[in-house]
């Protein structure tokens, strides 16, 4: 972490770089990069810190989308029908034509294909994910809604251990960059809700 103290090198534009216990780069390009735009002496040790922790999140939700998009792609790679099907379905919902015009406006492509391919993250919408997911949806629904389920009602049952995430990210394709990235990070997420077949029949 930057420090009030810290040697000054000449790494971007006389600010430091400086390597934190895991010997990971605290600095990032991007803080560089702005620290060079705005010129030495304009922009504080402090203020490289927060760039860099906003480059952290920045590069966590770039993998979060990388993988949700190769889970997707390796959807429709190895099951090209139930794929379409499943676009067919959701692409009447609003969410999912917001959820394009967004992606495009902020231009989330460039994002997800800028830089060497992240590593996938498997732990994004896995097993436990989903009980959280479904407490929020529920009390976000009952601030609009006086019928929602509160208390006990609105608690998502218990995760069936035997359930797993329907996809192994060990063995997924590379980023397809194109007309089929969104619908990849929608398949994505499609494929990695737990199976629900015991919950619809009962």
């Not at 732990?123 to 509160?150: G, K, S």
Request: charged fraction near 25%.
């Amino acid at each position: 972490m930057l420090r009030e103290g810290d040697d000054v090198g000449a790494v971007g534009e006389g600010f430091a770089v400086v390597s934190s216990e895991s010997n990971e780069v605290d600095c990032l390009d991007f803080a560089k990069r702005a620290a060079q735009r705005v010129g030495v002496g304009e922009v504080t040790l402090d203020d490289l810190a927060l760039l860099a922790k906003l480059s952290r999140g920045n590069d966590w939700l770039r993998a979060v989308l990388c993988t949700l998009a190769r889970r997707g792609t390796a959807l429709r790679q190895s099951d090209a029908v139930r794929a379409q099907a499943w676009i067919d379905t959701l692409a009447v919902y609003p969410w999912f034509k917001g959820g394009q015009f967004l992606f495009d406006l902020m231009e989330w492509e460039d994002f997800m294909v800028d830089g060497p391919p992240p590593e996938p993250v498997s732990t994004v919408l896995a097993l436990q994910t989903w009980p959280r997911l479904t407490d929020a949806m529920n009390r976000l629904r009952a601030l609009v809604d006086d019928a929602a389920p509160t208390g006990a009602d609105a608690q998502p049952p218990a995760p069936d251990d035997g359930l797993r995430v329907a996809v192994d990210d060990a063995d997924l394709p590379a980023l397809e960059p194109g007309l089929h990235l969104y619908r990849d990070v929608v398949l994505g997420i499609v494929v990695s809700v737990p199976p629900v077949s015991g919950a619809v029949a009962g």
